[in-house]
């Protein structure tokens, strides 16, 4: 099961009443997921970070029957980003099996979030200079994200992180 933890602007976008909302949900794959909403290029942009670990992914250009589906989204970015990391073929069914079900919930951590503006605003720096969405190398940007030492796990490297909390060995 994964806990996606969302953004109010994203809870706002995907129609979800707070009634609806999960109660105290147990921990997901690798704790909690959080998912952030902003516009790039005037293009609906998600960028997703785990709580443990900070590793994160971008997903640009979602559409509004995306946002609706937004569980999948994840999943499928998810192992995506980590097979581009080099992640074997276990580790990516377990993330998968671990994907199929869901619980969205609010935000529960400042830090993660200040993690996430941080991690947000090299984003816009490095689609900037790498000439926009359009140009940018999707899994390279993601890549850079997750090498960049962040103060939050003690100024590690988030892809370093992820790979002791899946057992891995960071290269």
Not at 7 to 14: D, G, H, P, V
Not at 69 to 90: Q, S
Not at 126 to 134: D, M, N, R, T, Y
Request: aromatic residues 8%.
């Amino acid at each position: 099961m994964i806990l996606l933890r969302a953004t109010a602007k994203l809870l706002s976008e995907l129609r979800i009443p707070p009634s609806s909302l999960a109660a105290l949900p147990p921990d997901g794959f690798l704790g909690s997921w959080y998912a952030n909403l902003f516009r790039i290029e005037r293009r609906k942009c998600v960028l997703f970070t785990n709580d443990r670990t900070l590793y994160s992914f971008f997903v640009p250009s979602l559409r509004r029957v995306d946002l609706t589906r937004i569980p999948d989204v994840f999943r499928e970015a998810l192992v995506a980003n980590l097979k581009a990391e080099g992640f074997e073929e276990g580790v990516l069914r377990q993330a998968e099996e671990a994907c199929r079900e869901h619980v969205v919930e609010r935000t529960g951590s400042r830090s993660v979030l200040g993690s996430m503006n941080d991690l947000t605003r090299m984003l816009e720096f490095h689609l900037s200079s790498e000439g926009g969405l359009a140009r940018v190398d999707l899994f390279g940007l993601n890549k850079g994200l997750n090498r960049t030492p962040m103060s939050a796990i003690g100024y590690r490297r988030p892809i370093d992180a992820m790979r002791l909390e899946l057992g891995g060995l960071p290269r």
